[in-house]
């Protein structure tokens, strides 16, 4: 995740925000989130319920860092599936299943509901599969998280046929997007039923209250840290910076203003986004704490950071973000390049391993595609049996998307120049 798009794609700069440094802020602010509502959680609760069967309530066993590490967890892994090039990235996995003339030919063998799987392709339900199937493959998979915090991760519990249109999911946003795969639907549904989920509809269950807070973590880290990104390559002004972070956390006190007048601009941001952060995290816990009964009844419209009295100020936030940081020149012509290099490695790979499965192609061919195969590493592409391919159309295809999807940004330009001949291995 180091070398995985936020927002600027290959920057040269070790100052600017990567998805490893972002998914590590996201899970500090959530750790704090989640532990200071874990404080009215178990006041309110703690010597009320019982603790599984421990004959010990609920507040002798957890204290409240524990329901913070739930959520740090979940926020740590919240972008783990995303592909190269950041949001584009899933964007260009969706054009290559709709415009290939490789992926037209695989949709024959596909279901619907397999084909809106790729037609809709999330980096939430990628991430649900690496955490709960894709690490460590062959030892049953997994990396073995408890049902909690796979619950706190996954904002969207909704399979890709359930999604809501945009007009509903504004209000129910559990179903805006997707969060995981058929593959990967009856792993979820055994995630949810532990969790006492509330399922609305055939394959769509309301959240986790603690996803919630996962949620609000990302959301607050992308829109301030987004901005001091901007800032630091000239995207954005300081004086368009501390203005929108003042809308947050109010007039500094003159003491503070005295000292603060001689740092430098960069300083200034720095100190700024902490207090930020301060009077965010206490407002989203608020708004959580009192809206306890809708999320445990699965009635909370919304998201926590819309209900707070700085929405108006984040909201400025992004919608300067978009204006002038996502927009960068150097951004979207990367992000362009993005479309050209996954749908040409995913064209290779996905036609390699069709080949290979069909076994009626000429002895040219086959001899090129198992040579294409061996590039792909086995626990993407080989057979319940140990065959060289997958018997099903849907897993090979998952193979192969998902082999793509984990590259990074540079090791996805590198191979794509390799494989098309325009560079030679050093």
Same mark, same amino acid.
């Given at each position: 995740?180091?070398?995985?798009?936020?927002?600027?794609?290959?920057?040269?700069?070790?100052?600017?925000?990567? $998805?490893? /440094?972002?998914?590590?802020?996201?899970?500090?602010?959530?750790?704090? #989130?989640?532990?200071?509502?874990?404080?009215?959680? #178990?006041?309110?609760?703690?010597?009320?319920?019982?603790?599984?069967?421990?004959?010990?309530?609920?507040?002798? @066993?957890?204290?409240?860092?524990?329901?913070?590490?739930? &959520?740090?967890?979940?926020?740590?892994?919240?972008?783990?599936?995303? %592909?190269?090039?950041?949001?584009?990235?899933?964007?260009?996995?969706?054009?290559?299943?709709?415009?290939?003339?490789?992926?037209?030919?695989?949709?024959?063998?596909?279901?619907?509901?397999?084909? /809106?799987?790729? &037609?809709?392709?999330? *980096?939430?339900?990628?991430?649900?599969? @690496?955490?709960?199937?894709?690490?460590?493959?062959?030892?049953?998979?997994?990396?073995?998280?408890?049902?909690?915090?796979?619950?706190?991760?996954?904002?969207?519990?909704?399979?890709?046929?359930?999604?809501?249109?945009?007009?509903?999911?504004?209000?129910?946003?559990?179903?805006?997007?997707?969060?995981?795969? =058929?593959?990967?639907?009856?792993?979820?549904?055994?995630?949810?039923?532990?969790?006492? #989920?509330?399922?609305?509809?055939?394959?769509?269950?309301?959240?986790? %209250?603690?996803?919630?807070?996962?949620?609000?973590?990302?959301? @607050?880290?992308?829109?301030?840290?987004?901005?001091?990104?901007?800032?630091?390559?000239?995207?954005?002004?300081?004086?368009?910076?501390?203005?929108?972070?003042?809308?947050?956390?109010?007039? @500094?006190?003159?003491?503070? $203003?005295?000292?603060?007048?001689?740092?430098?601009?960069?300083?200034?941001?720095?100190?700024?986004?902490? !207090?930020?952060?301060? *009077?965010?995290?206490?407002?989203?816990?608020?708004?959580?704490?009192?809206?306890?009964?809708?999320?445990?009844?699965?009635?909370?419209?919304?998201?926590?950071?819309?209900?707070?009295?700085?929405?108006?100020?984040? $909201?400025?936030?992004?919608? !300067?973000?978009?204006?002038k940081v996502y927009s960068k020149r150097s951004v !979207?012509?990367?992000?362009a390049a993005g479309f050209e290099i996954i749908p040409?490695?995913?064209?290779?790979?996905?036609?390699?391993?069709?080949?290979?499965?069909?076994?009626?192609?000429?002895? +040219? =061919?086959?001899?090129?595609?198992?040579?294409?195969?061996?590039?792909?590493?086995? =626990?993407?592409?080989?057979?319940?049996?140990?065959?060289?391919?997958?018997?099903?159309?849907?897993? $090979?295809?998952?193979? &192969?998307?998902?082999? +793509?999807?984990?590259?990074?940004?540079?090791?996805?330009?590198?191979?794509?120049?390799?494989?098309?001949?325009?560079? !030679? %291995?050093?």
């Open positions: 995740m180091q070398d995985k798009t936020q927002v600027f794609p290959l920057s040269g700069s070790d100052y600017v925000r990567t $998805r490893l /440094t972002h998914s590590l802020e996201v899970s500090a602010v959530a750790k704090s #989130l989640g532990t200071a509502a874990g404080r009215t959680i #178990l006041e309110r609760w703690g010597d009320k319920l019982e603790y599984q069967d421990s004959q010990k309530n609920l507040g002798e @066993i957890l204290n409240p860092s524990d329901i913070g590490t739930i &959520v740090a967890v979940g926020a740590l892994a919240h972008d783990i599936g995303n %592909p190269p090039f950041g949001h584009s990235g899933e964007d260009a996995i969706r054009y290559w299943f709709k415009n290939s003339e490789v992926a037209k030919k695989i949709k024959h063998n596909l279901t619907e509901h397999q084909i /809106t799987d790729f &037609v809709n392709w999330e *980096g939430n339900a990628e991430g649900f599969r @690496i955490l709960g199937r894709q690490q460590m493959a062959r030892n049953d998979g997994g990396l073995r998280l408890t049902y909690a915090s796979l619950g706190a991760f996954a904002k969207y519990p909704t399979a890709s046929t359930a999604r809501l249109d945009k007009v509903e999911a504004k209000k129910r946003v559990h179903g805006k997007k997707f969060g995981f795969f =058929e593959h990967d639907s009856t792993l979820w549904t055994e995630v949810a039923s532990a969790l006492g #989920l509330i399922q609305e509809a055939d394959l769509r269950w309301c959240r986790h %209250p603690l996803a919630y807070l996962t949620e609000a973590a990302d959301d @607050i880290c992308y829109r301030i840290i987004d901005l001091e990104d901007g800032f630091r390559l000239s995207c954005v002004s300081y004086d368009e910076v501390e203005s929108l972070y003042l809308k947050v956390i109010g007039n @500094i006190d003159s003491e503070w $203003r005295t000292l603060f007048s001689s740092w430098d601009t960069q300083g200034k941001i720095t100190y700024l986004r902490s !207090l930020v952060f301060g *009077g965010a995290i206490s407002q989203l816990v608020e708004v959580f704490n009192q809206s306890e009964d809708d999320l445990l009844s699965g009635k909370f419209e919304g998201d926590l950071l819309s209900k707070t009295t700085c929405a108006s100020a984040f $909201r400025d936030m992004k919608e !300067l973000a978009l204006e !979207l012509e990367i992000e040409g490695l995913l064209d290779v790979f996905a036609d390699a391993v069709e080949k290979v499965a069909a076994e009626n192609t000429t002895h +040219v =061919e086959c001899h090129k595609a198992h040579k294409i195969l061996k590039l792909i590493p086995r =626990e993407f592409r080989e057979g319940e049996q140990g065959e060289d391919v997958h018997h099903d159309s849907y897993e $090979r295809l998952m193979g &192969v998307v998902d082999f +793509v999807a984990g590259m990074t940004d540079s090791f996805a330009l590198g191979f794509y120049r390799r494989i098309k001949g325009m560079a !030679l %291995p050093t």
